[in-house]
């Protein structure tokens, strides 16, 4: 009986840990690590690795697991993370888990600085993963202070600014108490929504050379390729969309971009390494399948996930309301006990009032 081997993976709120067979396939690792996590829409996610050169690389899902070059450890280290990101996070993301997975995916990277994002709305989006986290901001619980122990901001952030902790923190509360009635799924996709107009958002970039041998980022992403100047990942100089890219290929360092207009040049650039143009032309092919499935109508299993999805937001919509209108019944009863319990005092206190002064007006009638 051949040994297994013990595998440990990562997700962004959880670590998984199982026992494969040597003759495990990626595919396989996969399917197990998506069904514990409870997740559907597979197609965005993808498990991570640090190979043995010490690049991160993603797991093939077609080759066994044993045959690629994972680091080898105690147990093989994968991270479970989303290697392909939608062009619209409101219309594409069906169900609650995904959306988790990349809000805590996306907050990771902003608050890490691999997403640029600009003080101001840094803490808008601040305040959304307070929500997230604490639900509706109630004075007489989040006293000042509630949110010392959180990560919010970029270092980058709290460093350009004069403002002390709590300064900050006196801004966020600000935002959080604007988003009452919240539910924690709304805001983390409000986060999203914000967050997918970042510039930086769901960018792959890898370091290239022009003809020329100057270096440049290519940026891959949902909508095609671009080309940016290294001192400079916000602003392409090139832009690729995929509706004009007629093919794409590489030759050992060499990459090229055949656009589909004939008269335009071929865009050529090189890569450090072979591995790096595998890496680019598969997240190319990922990305591109991804894009044009968008432009399809749903398959059925989509269409019966956002039946579902719909389904339960409806459910959690009634149950809210049920819970909103008991809370509300109570306090009413609570106000109706209060008022009475007032009520019963004044009319005890009027009493004692009319006893004293009857009490008196007999002693003063005595002393006559």
Request: charge should be neutral.
């Amino acid at each position: 009986m051949p040994k297994p081997i013990n595998v440990r993976v990562t997700t962004m709120d959880a670590e998984l840990e199982f026992a494969i067979q040597p003759n495990t396939t990626g595919k396989q690792l996969f399917d197990q690590v998506v069904k514990t996590v409870g997740l559907r829409e597979v197609w965005y996610f993808g498990l991570q690795y640090t190979d043995t050169k010490g690049f991160p690389t993603w797991l093939k899902l077609d080759k066994k697991v044993s045959a690629q070059e994972i680091k080898k450890d105690t147990a093989l280290q994968f991270k479970f993370r989303a290697k392909f990101f939608p062009e619209d996070v409101a219309e594409e993301l069906i169900q609650d888990i995904t959306q988790k997975l990349f809000f805590l995916q996306v907050k990771e990277s902003i608050l890490g600085d691999e997403i640029y994002c600009p003080p101001e709305t840094s803490v808008l989006l601040g305040s959304y993963a307070v929500q997230a986290k604490y639900g509706d901001y109630i004075k007489d619980q989040h006293k000042p202070g509630y949110l010392t122990s959180d990560r919010l901001l970029p270092q980058r952030v709290l460093d350009q600014h004069k403002l002390s902790r709590e300064q900050w923190e006196e801004r966020i509360q600000v935002w959080h108490a604007e988003h009452q009635g919240m539910l924690k799924e709304e805001a983390m996709l409000e986060y999203l929504k914000i967050a997918q107009d970042l510039e930086m958002y769901g960018i792959n970039y890898f370091d290239i050379k022009n003809k020329k041998g100057t270096d440049l980022w290519l940026g891959v992403d949902s909508l095609g390729l671009n080309i940016y100047e290294h001192n400079d990942k916000l602003t392409p100089k090139i832009g690729f969309p995929w509706s004009e890219i007629r093919n794409i290929s590489f030759n050992d360092k060499k990459f090229i971009i055949k656009p589909i207009d004939k008269k335009s040049p071929d865009f050529v650039f090189y890569a450090p390494r072979l591995r790096i143009n595998k890496r680019i032309l598969q997240l190319c092919m990922g990305n591109h399948e991804l894009y044009m499935r968008r432009r399809k109508p749903d398959t059925i299993e989509v269409q019966q996930m956002k039946a579902q999805a719909r389904e339960e937001k409806n459910q959690k919509k009634i149950e809210r309301q049920m819970l909103e209108e008991e809370k509300k019944k109570r306090e009413a009863v609570e106000k109706e006990k209060e008022l009475m319990i007032r009520e019963k005092q004044e009319l005890m206190m009027k009493l004692q009032e009319y006893q004293n002064q009857t009490q008196k007006a007999e002693r003063e009638g005595v002393d006559d």
